[in-house]
């Protein structure tokens, strides 16, 4: 079946605009993860879905940082007044349950704030 | 707050030969610890799953280990080949979130 799938694949934007980010986990996947990978980097955790609702947002940098999933698929992480420093890799990835199973990621989307 | 290392930061290897890469954390109260390979400008491939209760997985020419109470785990790759060039990441979770290591660039030569 098909994986977990990002758009953009690439984004460029100036500094102090506003970017969603989109991602399609895989069918059936209850949890969903939002993951940021500095160059050089480990990716680091974002936020955390189980179904709709946001359990874990403990790794939100700061309140320009949101993230939706109102349905229970699909997520869309937004991001407020773009900085430079927000220039990243934003990975999301899917498991079937929120402990203890594999999480499947997707090919990332590379935001570049000039 | 739990730590991920991983040792060497990068490795240049021949072909054949068979390798080891290691990744140590801080706190053994783990769900499970995985490894994925990432290949430049690419997102994340799963590639071993071990929960916390288990002690090896393998798959094909990689074995993965873990010894939780010394909080380390190998990535054991055989008959190395150049199609195995990629940095190579472990990852912890605890709770929620997996937490990453800066992986190991490994590069086999022809």
């Known amino acids: 079946g098909a994986g977990v799938s990002q758009t953009p694949s690439n984004k460029v934007t100036e500094k102090g605009k506003y970017v969603e980010l989109r991602c399609d986990p895989i069918?059936?996947?209850?949890?969903l993860y939002w993951y940021r990978q500095s160059l050089g980097q480990g990716p680091e955790f974002l936020i955390y879905?189980?179904?709709?609702?946001?359990?874990?947002d403990s790794g939100l940098p700061n309140d320009r940082f949101f993230a939706v999933r109102p349905e229970g698929s699909v997520s869309t992480l937004k991001i407020q007044r773009t900085e430079r420093g927000d220039s990243a890799v934003y990975l999301c990835?899917?498991?079937?349950?929120?402990?203890?199973?594999?999480?499947?990621f997707g090919p990332g989307t590379r935001l570049t704030v000039l | 707050k739990q730590e991920v290392t991983q040792i060497p930061a990068a490795l240049s290897v021949p072909e054949g030969e068979n390798l080891v890469l290691n990744c140590s954390f801080t706190?053994?109260?783990?769900?499970?610890l995985q490894w994925f390979r990432q290949d430049p400008g690419k997102g994340l491939t799963s590639l071993l799953l071990i929960q916390s209760s288990q002690r090896e997985q393998t798959s094909g020419r990689l074995n993965a280990s873990l010894d939780k109470s010394s909080g380390r785990s190998t990535l054991y790759i055989a008959a190395s080949q150049p199609g195995d060039s990629a940095t190579y990441l472990c990852a912890v979770k605890r709770g929620t979130a997996l937490i990453f290591g800066k992986g190991t660039t490994l590069s086999v030569s022809s």
């Open positions: 069918s059936g996947h209850t949890a």
């Open positions: 706190d053994s109260a783990i769900y499970n």
């Open positions: 990835a899917s498991s079937l349950t929120g402990t203890g199973v594999e999480q499947f």
């Open positions: 879905f189980q179904g709709t609702g946001a359990a874990d």
